[in-house]
């Protein structure tokens, strides 16, 4: 069984006084395994957002299901919702969302405070993550005093520290240099090495190049797919450039 398996999910939005309405995802349909590691590409407007918010249990489909290891989303209760993202998905989003109020270590914790877990259970499972991660030495700073690619380990950390099901991550890079984003995907390569299941929204060909499978959406709908198999991390970009410039010329998918 499929740890994510998305079946034929459409989201139709109505607009604000109802005169109108607004087919964001028409038809999607894929799965994920444990383990995997999946980037999912498109253009601004093919519905990834939506998408991912679905995935999230931030919104709900038209119709189609979402089940995460076996759960259909949809049966997620609005008053346990925040309880569920919390234990079975872990969140990297492009600007951090660390709070600048609290220290590196408490932003990490704070899924863990919120699930309401002993002092001692916390500090047990930050030691080794932090080691893991290098950034040992940053938890007593604050957001406002390290570096992007520090606040984005810091963000990893904190969406690890739960031991999710899957992580989420909403354009990781998007708020980094070419070095820390580089840094970033050796980081996201050597976690989903570990067994960490990654699905991963991202405009950069070069990040997505790091995954081991990249969907394309387009019209609401997956469009085509590309494999890693054998292939380096050049030749996925290479593969990865040729599909958008299908993709954005409107020509028929290739393989």
Known sequence: MPLLDVKNVKKIYTTRFGGAQVQALSDVTFS???????????????????????????????SGKVLLNGRD???????????????????????FNLLDTFSVEDNILLPMVLAGRKYKEMQAALEPLASRLGIQGLLRKYPYEISGGQKQRAAVARALITKPQIILADEPTGALDSKAADELMRLFGRINREGQTILMVT????????????????DGAVYHQIYRGEQTDEQMYQKISDALTVLVSGGERHE
């Open 73 to 95: 989303l949809a049966t997620v209760k609005d008053r346990e919702a925040a309880a569920f993202r919390r234990k079975q998905l872990g969140f990297v989003f492009q600007e």
């Open 32 to 62: 994920v395994e444990r383990g995997e590691y999946v980037a999912i590409m498109g253009e601004s407007g093919s519905g990834k957002t939506t998408l991912l918010n679905i995935l999230a249990a931030l919104d709900k489909p038209t």
């Open 203 to 218: 405009h950069s060909v070069k990040a997505a190049s790091s995954a081991g499978r990249v969907l394309f959406i387009r």
